[in-house]
């Protein structure tokens, strides 16, 4: 290929199609319990997570509910991904070669979002959330009936394998999903960029901007319990039973039982077998649905 302004712009647009092709290609497996949000600034505060809010019959004047406000703060993170092409595989007409490469650079971008909510919720048991406590915690203070500040649990203890159940059916979900910048293509391959002319090479790559934060601990419950029919009945039961402040019925709905690989037979036998380890009937056949995924 003769190098100019023309064929390179040719060839960054074959490069920016293969990218976006494997890019639209990924359906990212989070997007169940993931609150997907755009971010105009450097970070965003989430002052109304931890507000709740109940009907009640109107009589006499509207009652104005006071709420605590809670300054949770996602500050966004700049993340890139790049690769460089050697001047000589384009003079040489090889440049074809490099194009899985660029539709890897699409894959990867379209997963990194994936990457961030499961490190994240991995982390849960050591990163606070909006209240102060780490995010699955045996001590989420609340107020009871009363007023008086009492603890709550989304932690039913153990130390193995972290398995998790979530409630999905909320408009706010377990963990925040923040963009400020989507995920875009660039080059740099132009004859007087410092990496063409002192390297021979031309760079390509994609960068965006974001990060994930936690949203309401309440639709979220972590074991590190053996998981069997016992454990999961335990954690669906404290779920459903969950209440806030002052003793206010949250009616949280389990929806999700999120596993690694190594946990996948034994989700699916507790969720889709027909019948238990008896021979009984198995009630908890379809109580949620089961995601196993790689990155946790």
Known sequence: MIINRANLQLLFTGYKAAFQNAFAGIQPDYAPFVLDVPSTTGKETYPWLGQTTGFREWIGDRVIQNLALHDYTIKNKTFENTVGVPRENIEDDSYGVFSPLMAQLGQDAAEHPGSLVYDLLSNGFTL??????????????????AGAE????????????????????RVIRPIILQRRRNYQFVSMD?????????????????????????????LAYASRETLDATAFNDV???????????????????????????LREQALEIVQAE???????NINRN???VLVTPWL
Not at 236 to 262: C, E, H, W
Not at 275 to 281: D, Q
């Open 128 to 145: 606070p959330c909006y209240d102060g406590q780490n995010f699955f915690d045996t001590d989420h203070p609340v107020t009871n009936k």
């Open 287 to 289: 109580a949620v649905d």
């Open 236 to 262: 669906f039961a404290s779920m459903q039973t969950m209440t806030g402040d002052r003793d206010r019925k949250l009616g949280i709905r389990p929806r999700l039982l999120v596993v690694p690989p190594t």
């Open 190 to 218: 132009q004859e007087r960029d410092e990496n063409v002319f002192m390297r021979k090479e031309y760079v390509y790559g994609a960068d965006g901007r974001l990060n994930a934060g936690f949203g309401l601990w309440q």
């Open 275 to 281: 019948r238990g380890a008896n021979g009984s009937t």
């Open 150 to 169: 009492v603890s709550k649990s989304n932690f039913q203890g153990g130390s193995g394998t972290p398995w998790f159940i979530l409630d999905t059916s």
